[in-house]
């Protein structure tokens, strides 16, 4: 037995050694896995970083967000409040949607973090708002879907960001969070910025050997200036741009900020905590999921698994509120800064037609609205989901020919151009300024052997890059591309300048000199008009304004064909005039055939901007 205790100790020894290197090193393995991912950030990231706590709205505050957001709210109490991510900061203008609530510009506030989801916002509702006694009638949360349902900050920045609004004591966050490793989450977030590092790296090691002539690395910033004067858009061809962003974008499924399938469930999410917490003080939240630009690809974007939508649509009704997929609204690529984020006129028109949409569902109650209907609406909810409408128009006659005084003449490329400083007053720039959905709404069109070029009403900008039947109109002339990209000059084609037959653009109508245009109305259009139709209210500029001289338009309102009521308006100036004309005695909204006509009796153009029937209220 004592020879055999010597051989038994050391094995014993190894035995623990081998255990305890067996524990040891997978932790090691982990530790550096999570030092190697954990601090993988760019110059972007580490911007956000610094001004983590400090941003709202897309401007850094002084003194922090907290002050900021409290001091606010106590200087305005705000009606509507808007929260979301950088979506809503560059999507929904708060003049606009105050402007048609009939509220003071102040009693809408718009409170927007940087790559925020749902865990904020609730975070600033319940600390920042309810905590301090503010109860506004209406929240819209304006975000994509993706980062609605998301619980986990997934970057230093969005953490920092909600831990400044988070108190000692959160137990919702407890029960949503408590059980998840934040800190695993955020290793396996940095698996794609792994892999973005070395492709950046790769990237710009190429810029500096091409592009500084030197291996030494540069300063981030320096790289960043020389690849945006390489890639600048004016060096773009967006015809190659188009046909290759959707071949590109099939390999690059992980551009999408979540994986769908990762994301939780909407009744695990933060979606019922605010619907129920706005309920609770009274007010109405509605969840608006917004628009991306139409070259957004396919199979990237704001995806997200099976049956959600409909989750988060029947949380939100559960608790009083309404979900709004807004996917659906018709924009145009010029409307957006990139593929998700608008510029102001797309931001403009999104406004407008959020402010429709919110007095439609009874979100935000007007009495005019509850008892008034829209006969030039462009859009409609139907089961939660905007759809485009048009009403139903009809014309006495055919558009009179426009008259141009010489062909079109060269122009840059394989452009060509018309003269039409007459036609000023229609062109998309003014029409811009005269609808309130910034529409380019110019009625003009060119004509390529009788039939109208496919795409009108475009930036000229979009006209020299993409070409293909594009055309723009100035204040003095009209640019065209043929349709198959010939050169207008010489490709032996007829072109002339032609007027719309449609004549609708976006909730207006144009209105030619001796025109007359009928709206017909059936019974069901009218259901909402308790008591009868009595009023007719009418918005119109003129497009040729004369001095000295009125445009007159004729009204009309008929009822099975006969005439109901007649009046006559006079349009002078070049601003929007608005008239209110009694329908007495009222009309039966069960009358199977009503019709309103608007019949410009000048030689000017016009165009229509707004036709509203209201209830009969007695007297």
């Not at 001095?547 to 009204?555: D, E, M, N, W």
């Amino acid at each position: 037995m004592a020879d055999t205790q010597p051989v038994a100790g050391p094995r014993r020894v190894h035995q623990r050694i081998a255990y305890a290197l067996a524990l040891f090193l997978p932790c090691l393995i982990l530790l550096l896995c999570a030092v190697v991912t954990g601090d993988q950030a760019s110059e972007d990231d580490r911007r956000q970083e610094n001004n983590a706590g400090r941003i709202i709205n897309g401007r850094v505050v002084q003194g922090g967000v907290r002050e900021h957001i409290e001091d606010l709210l106590v200087q305005h109490q705000p009606r509507v409040l808007i929260l979301g991510n950088s979506l809503a900061n560059t999507d929904v203008l708060p003049q606009i949607l105050a402007r048609r609530l009939h509220l003071n510009k102040h009693a809408v506030q718009k409170l927007t973090v940087p790559n925020s989801i749902g865990a904020h916002w609730y975070a600033i509702l319940a600390n920042r708002v309810y905590a301090n006694g503010h109860t506004p009638e209406l929240v819209v949360l304006h975000s994509d879907l993706q980062s609605l349902l998301a619980v986990t900050p997934r970057s230093e920045a969005s953490y920092l960001n909600l831990a400044v609004h988070l108190g000692e004591e959160e137990p919702v966050f407890d029960r949503l969070l408590g059980h998840r490793l934040w800190f695993l989450d955020r290793i396996r977030e940095s698996r794609s910025l792994v892999r973005n590092q070395v492709l950046v790296g790769a990237r710009n090691l190429s810029v500096d050997l091409l592009y500084h002539h030197s291996l030494t690395a540069t300063p981030p910033r320096a790289t960043e200036r020389a690849l945006s004067r390489v890639f600048d858009e004016g060096h773009i061809d967006m015809r190659l741009h188009g046909d290759v962003i959707p071949t590109f974008a099939q390999g690059q499924q992980e551009l999408i900020a979540f994986d769908p399938e990762s994301l939780p469930r909407p009744a695990a999410s933060f979606v019922p905590e605010i619907a129920a917490l706005v309920r609770e003080h009274g007010g109405v939240a509605v969840f608006v999921r917004p628009p991306m630009s139409p070259r957004m690809p396919s199979g990237v974007g704001d995806l997200v698994a099976e049956g959600v939508e409909e989750e988060v649509a029947g949380i939100a009704a559960e608790f009083g509120g309404r979900y709004l997929d807004l996917r659906g609204l018709d924009m145009d690529p010029w409307h957006f800064h990139n593929l998700d984020h608008m510029q102001p006129q797309g931001a403009r028109r999104f406004t407008e037609i959020l402010a429709d949409t919110l007095i439609e569902i009874g979100a935000f109650w007007l009495p005019e609205a509850s008892r008034s209907l829209d006969l030039l609406a462009p859009t409609r909810i139907v089961d939660d989901r905007l759809i485009n409408i048009r009403p139903r128009l009809s014309f006495r006659r055919a558009p009179p020919p426009i008259r141009s005084k010489q062909p079109p003449r060269p122009g840059r490329k394989a452009l060509a151009v018309f003269e039409t400083p007459h036609l000023g007053q229609l062109s998309d720039a003014a029409t811009v300024e005269a609808t309130r959905t910034a529409s380019r709404c110019s009625p003009v069109r060119v004509l390529e052997d009788g039939s109208p070029l496919p795409h009108p009403n475009v930036s000229c900008d979009a006209v020299r890059r993409a070409g293909h039947g594009r055309l723009c109109h100035t204040a003095d002339r009209v640019h065209f591309s043929a349709s198959d990209d010939t050169h207008p000059s010489h490709n032996g084609r007829d072109y002339a300048l032609a007027l719309d037959p449609d004549r609708w653009c976006d909730g207006a109508v144009w209105l030619y000199p001796g025109d007359l245009m009928r709206i017909s109305l059936q019974p069901g259009d009218l259901s909402a008009l308790i008591g009868g139709i009595g009023g007719l209210t009418l918005s119109a500029r003129s497009a040729s304004p004369q001095r000295g001289q009125a445009q007159t338009l004729k009204i009309q309102i008929r009822r099975h064909q006969a005439v109901w009521v007649s009046e006559r308006r006079p349009l002078r100036g070049s601003g929007e005039a608005t008239w209110r004309i009694p329908i007495r005695p009222p009309i039966d909204t069960s009358t199977e055939h009503v019709s309103v006509d608007v019949i410009n009796k000048s030689g000017g153009f016009v165009l229509l901007t707004g036709a509203r029937l209201q209830a009969y209220t007695g007297g």
